[in-house]
């Protein structure tokens, strides 16, 4: 399976929320990884954040911020292009979509062009929504 991950999705994974197994299990599924360099600020962002209101220790947040690293190391990186950019400005199946959610659903667009077997994996419900209208495979599969 190749897959693209959302920052969402790792996060949950990253910070050992209760969603985050579900993710883990995707993610070593996966036979490729791909997210978007956004991907990576979104998450130290978000530990940083979590760090100074309290949320994680300095410790916790190091951790987590160091394991998003040697894990993301192994994974494909996409920059964020022209034509990503140009695309995240146009609507989307189900708006309204934040600029960060459009920045990572035109990611996966391009990505698709060239890998049409990939899967998105987010726990966002607007990126979900969108990728499904969009006619990705969305992970993890949600039971309801």
Known sequence: MILYAESCAILSWLLAEATG???AATLQEA???IVSDLLFVECDRACIRAEKSGALTTKQATSARARLAKVGSHWETMRLSSRVIDRSRQPFPVEPVRSLDALHLSSALEVRSALPELRVLSLDQRVRDN????????????SG
Do not use: N, S
């Open 21 to 23: 197994d579900d993710v």
């Open 31 to 33: 036979e490729h990884i």
């Open 131 to 142: 990728a499904t209208k969009l006619g990705f495979v969305v992970l993890p599969e949600v």
